[in-house]
T-cell receptor, first 115, second 112 residues
Framework: DTGVSQNPRHKITKRGQNVTFRCDPI?????LYWYRQTLGQGPEFLTY????????KSRLLSDRFSAERPKGSFSTLEIQRTEQGDSAMYLC?????????????FGDGTRLSIL | GDSVTQMEGPVTLSEEAFLTINCTYT??????LFWYVQYPGEGLQLLLK?????DKGSNKGFEATYRKETTSFHLEKGSVQVSDSAVYFC???????????FGGGTRVLVKP
């Protein structure tokens, strides 16, 4: 079990640029989640995949945000035309199928800073 | 919508003191409840969970009981150590494989 891996760990970019983050879930997990965490707050749900299907998106996920999981394995989260308010920690989590309450395992996150 | 409310921190304790972190929730139906912990410089880790009323989750000396009548899931530990210094998050899910709704987190600092 290598855990959930996120890359990069840190991303600094200028306002208006596009950024892409990658998440590699635990290999046998078919569910993958993206959350955003701002300083001093709890994580907020962004979107969720079961295999390659994106099943739910939060209203927080504006049209500048897009997430994919093309082969049901790794996932990418892209933010276009970044804004100051996008500065946050972006967390990925995965969980197994089967029983409804399999816990979610989190990666260490990608910290995004917008200059 | 669903929500989770935690007591605000920071909570500062001496080693071997008793720790309680209050958590209450608002949700329809029968959510599953979780406590996650975030140690300095590390990612979120599941600490314990409870999936139905009156269940008690426990791990590493921490306990929490799912109280449906008071919609609460308070976290307790009888004797804290310096290594318990972390941010603790209460969370719930409503359905199979569904999103977690988190509270705002409570920072705990244990002094030797």
């Amino acid at each position: 079990d290598t855990g959930v891996s996120q890359n990069p760990r840190h991303k600094i970019t200028k306002r208006g640029q596009n950024v892409t983050f990658r998440c590699d879930p635990i290999s046998e997990h078919n569910r993958l989640y993206w959350y955003r965490q701002t300083l001093g707050q709890g994580p907020e749900f962004l979107t969720y995949f079961q295999n390659e299907a994106q099943l739910e998106k939060s209203r927080l996920l504006s049209d500048r945000f897009s997430a994919e999981r093309p082969k049901g394995s790794f996932s990418t989260l892209e933010i276009q035309r970044t804004e100051q308010g996008d500065s946050a920690m972006y967390l990925c989590a995965s969980s197994g199928g089967g029983h409804s309450n399999q816990p979610q395992h989190f990666g260490d996150g990608t910290r995004l800073s917008i200059l | 919508g669903d929500s989770v409310t935690q007591m605000e921190g920071p909570v500062t304790l001496s080693e071997e003191a008793f720790l309680t972190i209050n958590c209450t929730y608002t949700a329809t139906g029968y959510p599953s409840l979780f406590w996650y912990v975030q140690y300095p410089g590390e990612g979120l880790q599941l600490l314990l969970k409870a999936t139905k009323a009156d269940d008690k989750g426990s791990n590493k000396g921490f306990e929490a009981t799912y109280r449906k009548e008071t919609t609460s899931f308070h976290l307790e530990k009888g004797s804290v150590q310096v290594s318990d210094s972390a941010v603790y998050f209460c969370a719930l899910t409503k359905a199979a494989g569904n999103k977690l709704t988190f509270g705002g987190g409570t920072r705990v600092l244990v002094k030797p």
